[in-house]
């Protein structure tokens, strides 16, 4: 950096600069700052406004700026005041003129008054600064050099803005200049982002003006549905001597509906219509509607339908009243629209009524059914119309919710302002409303609306009973299904949604609207099912028709002949059954024996003959409860194959390995009695006489492997006789996990992911479970106050004051774990630790810490607070201390056991207690910090089996792979470029000079 005391601003200076390649950021070219103790130097003019700043908090300076070249002048004046709970933003940039009030569009609904108008500038050293202090329900309108627009708070911008290392704590001045977001850490972020305009505005909005404002989007939107939710249309297609395309043209029903043949039927998405969803396939000269029209002739029709104000369950019963009894219908759907086919798609149930007793009463148990619409009704629709989807193709469904909704609304709303934006050049009445739906965002800001609030948009969250409904194990439904889903990969827009929308650590594929992952989920197809998956910097969620790769596979996919294979990937929803035994084992020619003891969560767990961990049919409906500590009849039942499978056949090929499943919920001490069992069998074995045993323990396992060392020093004495290593550790929590602190505080991917799959537990319900699993209390981190009751009585009055959030650990579970580690402690001397290898592994952020941290408006909150130097669930110290031979993997926590390139290293340490074929040394970034405030994770979607395993494992999230594209062909030739017969492109570092061959 740039704040060490070397005269970087001399020409020596710059030399040594150069030659140690500390050449970015671009440099503040004016070289008037000489302080000899705080020389902000070498650096970018906002980079010295920043540490300005710093100086002005922390060291009780006032930085001003005077005329000119942007000299600064230190004094002893204190910081500027600011009451209470405001936030002061210091802006790169001057204040222009605006309106003292602004027209609203929606009447009475809103008074939209500026605060203040701040244009950005970049120009270095000759730009300014204003100081803007406002209230944090402030609503400020962020416009990019590009045009895009953003309606937040000042409050959720001060979180955006706000560095990782302070996030979460108070602090008075957040900073802002256009590049703030030019370098986001947003995955594939290709371009820059430069932002132009901060606007802040007062609002005076009506009551619930938020519902009020959406109804008038849809008057101008859907102009032909009144009073109804819905209205059947048919399309027509465009005249032919049209050289430009049009958008669909829509005319009544004019004739009863066929029922001998296939009905085409479009269902638009969320805060569109009909035009504004599939107006690309009218467009010429491609125009992908005509061989549909040269197909279905006439038989073309679309839903018109308010998806804001309406729930979907509502848009299916008025369109299933429109339909005749026994329709055959081929689905063409976008975004929400796949929610009403859905539940259409339930008229197909296989042996069964479309909603059965399960479904109807589970959906009737939550509040405000009725705003959610009438599913006893719809099921008595479906039954008695027997109506039958044959064919169904869904693009961009949030079947499984969509977590970017429920994370942060105005923001999201925000990015469909810009999507709509775009398409409105092409449907015209969208253009004409945007502003309705611009007021409609700045309401829910300034209301912090939630987005239950619109029941057409509450269906889409990852908790809605819609949601759980949908996504019921064990339905199939008759017809077939596919699935165009996509992922934007790039592109400034794409890179600065994604940088808004979710915090770096945990951002997902989506396409701006709906999770991919969200995409694929449902009802099991009688015919089968299968997808298209496109990721790149062209992909949006309102581009799936219009770009041509997925464009032109509806009509082929919608005409071909019964049978004909199409353009995609087949996919089924259900996993491979787990199946204990995925290892060889020779009972004839004994090996060396290998027990694979899996991490937490990492064993199978059965009610008497029912799996219930993890089954997602047996844990929606109160499984959960079946595992309670008291609970008798709880026993393991096999390893986690998706995580132990890969590695247990690996050893296989040099090895005799023997699982072990354990019970995970007990006390560590009570498997390793049943571990040493199985020790002493195979030890005394005569068929394996003087064959070794080895202990491949991952995460919690270790601590049983280790329980039994304390138990048994003799039983480990004789292990150690065979071989060099008897155990091999993998991501061990050797003195515990600040991980488990979250867990027990509810900030766990594993407690959310329970909670949304069972509506009878509330997060706080399944934490009252468990928080009585001894296996759980004693991977505690080794700290006295987390073993003290009075502790976690000062968390729960600051985190959860109302006693709805998580519950308080019980005083003697405490005191038993704690007993447990120093047990572990006290056995864990020099000489075992010689005897054990172990593996750790890198994650981003690993929770080191928990702090109680004050926030600017005077409250308290737990900050977690994390460390780049550590796996996910284990911070190195803590897996390595004290320190046996230790080696690195590149793999988060839970995907430790199942990382294929850490195999052959793993069986040299089981073979001779060490190995060259891993490094002994971590890689971390250079530019990380050493400690940060973790963000809180947001919502998942709706889980699937390995969802819920994967989480209490703690494995990464797993990218799925697109659809493969065209290829390229790429040779290597020695030679020289002035033979190139084509054009050579080079790259090349953004601020690099130009240097050597490239100049």
């Known amino acids: 950096g740039g704040y060490a005391c070397r005269e970087y601003w001399s020409d020596a200076g710059w030399a040594w600069r150069v030659q140690e390649q500390r050449t970015q950021p671009r440099y503040w070219e004016d070289r008037t700052w000489h302080s000899p103790l705080y020389p902000v130097v070498g650096v970018s003019w906002f980079a010295a406004q920043a540490y300005a700043a710093w100086l002005t908090t922390s060291q009780r300076l006032k930085i001003m700026r005077s005329s000119g070249k942007g000299t600064f002048m230190a004094t002893s004046a204190p910081a500027p005041h600011t009451s209470q709970g405001e936030i002061t933003f210091i802006l790169q940039g001057s204040t222009v003129q605006d309106a003292p009030v602004l027209t609203s569009v929606t009447g009475a609904l809103a008074r939209i008054e500026p605060i203040t108008t701040v244009s950005l500038s970049g120009a270095r050293g000759a730009a300014g600064t204003e100081t803007v202090v406002v209230a944090p329900h402030t609503v400020v309108e962020i416009r990019t050099e590009k045009g895009h627009k953003v309606w937040t708070t000042a409050a959720r911008l001060h979180e955006l803005v706000a560095p990782r290392a302070s996030r979460g704590i108070a602090s008075e001045h957040t900073l802002i200049g256009p590049d703030t977001f030019a370098h986001g850490t947003a995955r594939g972020i290709v371009g820059k982002i430069v932002l132009h305009t901060l606007r802040f505005l007062r609002l005076d909005v009506a009551r619930e003006a938020a519902r009020r404002i959406a109804t008038q989007w849809e008057q101008h939107t859907l102009q032909s549905v009144a009073d109804s939710s819905a209205v059947l249309y048919r399309c027509l297609p465009s005249p032919r001597d049209d050289t430009t395309g049009n958008a669909p043209i829509l005319t009544p029903l004019d004739a009863p509906l066929p029922t001998n043949q296939p009905l085409l039927l479009f269902l638009h998405g969320t805060a569109s219509s009909t035009q504004g969803s599939f107006f690309e396939l009218w467009q010429k000269p491609s125009e992908p509607i ?248 062209t992909v949006s969620h309102f581009q799936y028709f219009h770009n041509p790769s997925t464009a032109s596979r509806l009509p082929r996919t919608l005409t071909r002949a019964a049978g004909q294979p199409d353009d995609f990937t087949p996919y089924t929803q259900e996993h491979a059954a787990e199946d204990t035994q995925f290892y060889a084992r020779s009972e004839e020619a004994p090996r060396h024996a290998v027990i694979v003891l899996p991490g937490f969560s990492g064993s199978h767990l059965a009610s008497g003959t029912h799996r219930v961990w993890a089954e997602p049919g047996m844990l929606m409906f109160s499984g959960l409860a079946s595992l309670d500590i008291d609970a008798t009849g709880v026993t393991p039942d096999g390893l986690v194959a998706s995580s132990y499978q890969n590695l247990c056949q690996y050893v296989s090929r040099s090895f005799d390995v023997f699982p072990f499943p354990y019970d995970w919920r007990q006390s560590v001490c009570s498997s390793a009695a049943l571990l040493a069992d199985l020790v002493h069998q195979l030890l005394d074995d005569p068929r394996r006489h003087g064959l070794p045993v080895s202990l491949l323990a991952h995460g919690m396992g270790g601590l049983v492997a280790r329980a039994l060392l304390a138990d048994s020093k003799v039983l480990w004495d004789r292990m150690s006789e065979r071989v060099k290593a008897p155990l091999v550790m993998l991501g061990v929590p050797q003195t515990g996990s600040h991980a488990t602190v979250a867990l027990l505080l509810g900030r766990d991917r594993l407690i959310k992911h329970l909670a949304l799959l069972d509506p009878s537990h509330t997060p706080r319900a399944v934490l009252a479970i468990l928080s009585r699993f001894p296996g759980l209390l004693e991977r505690l981190p080794a700290e006295e106050r987390l073993f003290q009751e009075a502790t976690w009585q000062h968390w729960h009055e600051i985190d959860d004051p109302s006693g ?142 390995h969802d819920v395993l994967h989480a209490g494992l703690g494995r990464s999230k797993q990218r799925r792979q697109a659809s493969q594209g065209p290829r390229a062909t790429v040779s290597i030739v020695h030679g020289s470029l002035a033979f190139a017969t084509y054009p050579v492109m080079v790259g090349h570092y953004q601020g690099d000079t130009f240097v050597s061959a490239e100049a």
């Open 804 to 945: 709805q959030a998580w519950v308080i650990p019980a005083p003697q579970h405490l005191e038993q774990a704690q007993a447990t580690q120093l047990k572990l402690a006290a056995a864990w001397t020099e000489d075992q630790m010689a005897r054990v290898c172990a593996i750790a592994g890198r994650a981003e952020a690993t929770p080191v810490d928990i702090q109680v941290a004050q926030q600017p408006d005077g409250s308290s909150r737990l900050l977690l607070l994390a460390t780049p130097h550590g796996d996910g669930r284990v911070p190195w110290h803590t897996a390595v201390t004290p320190q046996p031979p230790t080696w690195y993997v590149e793999a988060a926590h839970g995907d430790l056991a199942d990382c294929p390139a850490a195999f052959p290293g793993i069986v040299d340490l089981l073979r001779h207690g060490t190995t060259a074929l891993l490094p002994q040394g971590p890689v971390v970034a250079r530019e990380a910090l050493d400690r940060f405030a973790m963000p809180a994770e947001p919502m998942p979607l709706f889980p699937t089996e």
């Open 290 to 537: 005509r061989p549909l029209f040269e197909t279905y002739k006439q038989h073309i029709y679309a839903l018109e339908h308010k998806t804001l104000t309406a729930s979907p369950i509502h848009n299916a019963i008025a369109l299933a009243q429109a339909l005749p009894a026994g329709a055959r219908l081929h689905l063409v759907s976008h975004s929400r629209g796949g929610l009403i086919g859905e539940l259409l798609c339930r008229g197909s149930r296989v042996d069964a009524d479309p909603f059965d007793l399960t479904d109807l009463t589970v959906f009737a148990r939550h509040e405000g059914a009725a705003a959610r619409g009438d599913l006893t009704h719809l099921n008595q629709l479906l039954k008695d119309k027997r109506i039958r989807v044959e064919r169904f193709v869904r693009a961009a469904c949030p079947v499984r919710g969509t977590t970017l909704a429920s994370q942060r609304f105005d923001i999201y709303l925000s990015i469909l302002f810009n999507l709509l934006s775009d398409v409105s050049a092409y449907v015209p009445i969208l253009g004409q409303a945007l502003d309705i739906f611009s007021e409609l965002v700045m309401a829910i800001a300034q209301e912090r609306t939630d987005p239950t609030v619109l029941p057409g948009l509450e269906a889409m969250l990852p908790d809605a009973p819609l949601v759980r409904l949908l996504n019921r194990p064990g339905v199939q439904l008759g017809g077939e299904m596919r699935v165009i889903a996509g992922d934007i990969g790039g592109g400034t827009v794409g890179s600065l949604f994604k940088t808004l929308l979710t915090d770096p650590l945990y951002q997902e594929d989506h396409d701006l609207v709906v999770n991919t992952e969200a995409m694929f989920g449902g009802a099991t197809r009688q015919h089968g099912q299968a997808f298209y998956f496109e990721r790149g910097p």
